[in-house]
């Protein structure tokens, strides 16, 4: 049967329009679908931060990085291992991911502050956040390629152990999209809590929300299950804990994630603080979390605290717009904060022992009468913090949130699919934050967006060469 489109891109996120783009450049006809009605999927709502090392950027702040050094901050992190994909995509996240996002229109205009895990500042921001990476990547295919929103893919076919095409369904009705190479970039399955269970079984004594992107459902994940794809690491996930349930959403399923909230303190059932609350990332400040007995975590604010907070979600924020007013309807209606005249009054609300959180405030606040420069209990840096004075006082239910999938299909350097007899799928390929790259942990560095659109490009490079276009992705 002839085919319909030389590549056939499954997922219109970061690694799926990262495909169209080195497909369509290398002379293949390019089909894209999704079954959202937008292209962008959860890069589009993402702050759109990536790693990047080495640039200009950096420079101009007066940072000096090489890719030595991510290296080694790379493979200190969260327990990666996978140098050759670490050093693969530090050495060309300049080049191939910075300048490249420059060239297509990406404006890469704010360095924040190290995340854990790295030594210095080198996670970039896009103007507008996700929805501006993601604007200006699409401009650059728009009449170029073809593509259909709303339209799901429901299974692979296959003919002969080859994968030939896909089947979906839209408004439409069902349809076969045969192509010479497919290309799965269907996201994570970080919105899928019932895959959440059953690929992070270690998870299931915690309560976790899910956290991504609304077409994160993991539904490329179940399609390479069927046809025996391997799935090294499959069960580990970015987890964030300063996070609280989505009081709007009917499943109770969903959580929000805040920012900007950095001045809080973190308290336990006991009413006791544990932990540096600078460190919340998703290494040291989860761990800390998880390693509470009951795992039961509250967020105290006072008035002035809650009034900066932020929340990363489309309903509060979209691109780099924050609706401030929004966040306050959160605090003042949600079931899960807790507000209070008094620490006294909040501790009674949130049953936690009065005297012990009196105590925690009391302590906490009397660094900014001696003025140390970190606390003296857990070395949080105080400059520019705080104390709780302001009333009313807030108590925040923080509960873990699955953000991110870093395990996935196991893939080789050319993004193909690997089978369990360790031979590549013919006709398959997968990239972004569904795949392992090289069949290994994808790696962390606090963001893998950059990841994505690398890995992207090379699968659509490779899906192109197998399919008679280009000399795959050589850079
Ligand atoms: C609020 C938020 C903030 C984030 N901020 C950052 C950040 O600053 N930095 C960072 O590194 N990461 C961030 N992330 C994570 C990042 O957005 C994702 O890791 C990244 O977008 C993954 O890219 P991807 O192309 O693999 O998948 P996605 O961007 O999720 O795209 C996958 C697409 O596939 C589609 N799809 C799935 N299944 C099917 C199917 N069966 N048929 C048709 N279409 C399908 C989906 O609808 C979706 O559009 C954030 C995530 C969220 C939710």
Not at 193 to 218: T, V
Not at 263 to 283: L, P, T
């Amino acid at each position: 049967m002839a085919e319909d489109t030389d590549i056939l891109i499954v997922g219109a996120g970061a690694a799926g329009v990262a495909a169209a783009i080195e497909a369509e450049q290398s002379g293949a006809n390019v089909k894209l679908i999704d079954q959202l009605p937008y292209l962008g999927g959860a890069a589009r709502v993402s702050g759109g931060g990536c790693i990047a090392v080495g640039t200009q950027l950096q420079a101009s702040m007066g940072i000096q990085d090489t890719v030595e050094q991510a290296v080694s901050d790379w493979l200190g992190c969260n327990g990666v291992d996978d140098e050759p994909w670490a050093r693969y995509y530090l050495s060309r996240s300049l080049k191939e991911v910075y300048m490249w996002g420059e060239d297509r229109g990406v404006l890469w205009e704010k360095l924040k502050s190290p995340e854990e895990g790295n030594s210095v500042s080198r996670r970039h921001y896009p103007f507008n956040a996700g929805e501006g990476l993601m604007d200006s990547l699409i401009e650059g295919v728009k009449g170029r390629i073809k593509w259909m929103t709303e339209t799901m893919c429901r299974g692979l076919i296959m003919d002969d152990g080859r994968v030939v095409g896909i089947n979906t369904s839209n408004s439409s009705g069902e349809e076969e999209i045969r192509a010479k190479a497919v290309i799965l970039t269907t996201g994570g399955f970080c919105s899928n809590l019932d895959l959440i269970q059953e690929y992070a079984p270690h998870l299931r004594e915690y309560r976790i929300m899910e956290g991504s992107g609304e077409g994160s459902k993991g539904l490329g994940h179940v399609m390479l299950k069927e046809i025996d794809a391997i799935f090294p690491h499959l069960g580990e996930m970015c987890l964030y804990c300063y996070a609280t349930p989505d009081y709007r959403d009917p499943t109770g399923k969903r959580g929000l994630v805040f920012r900007q909230i950095h001045e809080n303190i973190w308290i336990n059932a006991m009413g006791r603080r544990f932990h540096n609350e600078v460190e919340y990332g998703a290494d040291k400040g989860t761990k800390a979390f998880m390693s509470q007995n009951p795992p039961k975590v509250w967020s105290i604010l006072d008035e002035r605290m809650a009034r900066r907070a932020e929340v990363v979600d489309p309903y509060y924020r979209e691109g780099g717009k924050v609706f401030a007013e929004r966040v306050k309807e959160l605090f003042d209606n949600s079931p899960h904060i807790i507000r209070a005249p008094t620490i006294e009054a909040l501790a009674k609300k949130i049953e936690v022992p009065p005297d012990n959180l009196s105590e925690t405030v009391r302590d906490y606040n009397s660094y900014f009468e001696t003025q140390p420069a970190e606390d003296l209990e857990f070395g949080k840096p105080l400059e520019g913090l705080l104390p709780l004075t302001s009333p009313p006082f807030y108590a925040i239910h923080f509960l873990l949130l699955a953000r991110k999938s870093l395990g996935g299909v196991g893939t080789n350097f050319h993004c193909q699919v690997m089978h369990k007899n360790q031979k590549p799928i013919p006709g398959l390929y997968a990239a972004g934050e569904i795949a392992s790259i090289g069949g290994c942990h994808p790696g962390y560095l606090g963001h893998i967006l950059g990841q994505c659109l690398l890995s992207g490009r090379m699968a659509g490079a490779w899906a192109s060469n197998e399919a008679g276009y280009g000399e795959g992705f050589n850079l």
